[in-house]
């Protein structure tokens, strides 16, 4: 089998890219003339690979599954057979080439087949990173790092790399639970302008308790008019 892959990690903690998994179908077919059946059954001994959008593959020789991302969240690529993880400022990729982990059910059948189903396999992996490529068994070019290993090549343990990651952005808990909320706070909002108000009112009230408003002078009292029904004057 044939494991093809091109990856690129964005800086926001996605995954762009595809996986394409074939087989000669000169092999599937000596081993079932239902050609999709016998590549179903090989791709039982390929430890599980991240999910993503899958669709058949077929070209005059090759038959196959190929594996799209689109903005995939790169905690859905720890997997068995594909580990590209973040830890802390760095990305870490491995792609373990452990006998164990591939053939497994030929394993079954005859553990002596494991070794040589790995070592019939072929791998062509890309990864582009958004930081630099700090370290890496693999070729570098700018801030990609490549693999290619045929078949019947010995095989080493793991493909690995390691580049920087971006800071990720700082946020208030505030802008947290904004950002979260998709919206406008507007609860949080209305509760400032409550409590401003009611500040407010107790300052008011211990105004006037400090300054009581100064009693009312009386006027001069007006001088009582004439009696009723006494003629006027002149």
Do not use: C
């Amino acid at each position: 089998m044939e494991l093809n892959m091109g990856l690129t990690v964005n800086a926001d903690d996605t995954v762009d890219g595809q996986l394409l998994l074939t087989a000669q179908k000169s092999v599937l077919s000596a081993r079932n003339k239902n050609i999709p059946a016998a590549f179903a059954e090989l791709r039982q001994n390929i430890p599980a690979l991240p999910a993503g959008e899958e669709t058949k593959y077929e070209d005059d020789k090759l038959f196959g599954s190929q594996i799209s991302y689109h903005k995939a969240p790169l905690a859905g690529f720890d997997t068995e057979s594909v580990k590209l993880v973040r830890d802390g400022e760095l990305y870490r990729f491995t792609l373990p080439l452990d006998p164990k982990k591939y053939g497994g059910k030929v394993a079954e059948q005859n553990p002596q087949q494991q070794q040589a189903f790995l070592r019939l396999m072929s791998f062509e992996i890309s990864v582009t990173f958004p930081g630099r490529v700090i370290d890496s068994n693999g070729s570098v070019n700018g801030r990609s790092v490549s693999w290619k290993v045929d078949s019947s090549q010995e095989k080493p343990l793991e493909l690995r790399a390691v580049a920087e990651a971006p800071p990720r952005p700082s946020a208030s808990p505030a802008a947290a639970d904004d950002e979260d909320d998709g919206g406008f706070p507007w609860l949080l909002v209305v509760g400032g302008v409550l409590l401003l108000l009611l500040i407010a009112a107790v300052g008011v009230l211990l105004v006037r308790r400090r300054h009581p408003a100064a009693p009312a002078v009386p006027g001069p009292t007006p001088p009582p008019g004439p009696p009723a029904g006494a003629p006027g004057p002149g």
